[in-house]
């Protein structure tokens, strides 16, 4: 993957690739196994929850 000019080089990018496909694919097998719980409002929470956590993470590298 290329990189861009702003992103620290100690971020992996391919795994945290990996990382958000493995919480979206995750959420939605939940989401059809368990939708009482898993609503589309939870996950999208969910996954922004991740993606702050991330971001807040690369801000703190730079």
């Known amino acids: 993957m290329k990189r861009t000019k702003n992103e620290p080089k100690s971020v992996d990018v391919e795994l945290e690739t990996f990382r958000l496909a493995a919480v979206v694919e ?13 609503t589309p409002e939870t996950v999208e929470r969910i996954v922004m929850l991740h993606l702050r956590e991330l971001c807040a993470r690369l801000k703190m590298k730079k």
């Not at 995750?26 to 059809?32: S, V």
């Open 26 to 38: 995750g959420l939605t097998i939940l989401a059809l196994l368990r939708p009482e719980l898993y």
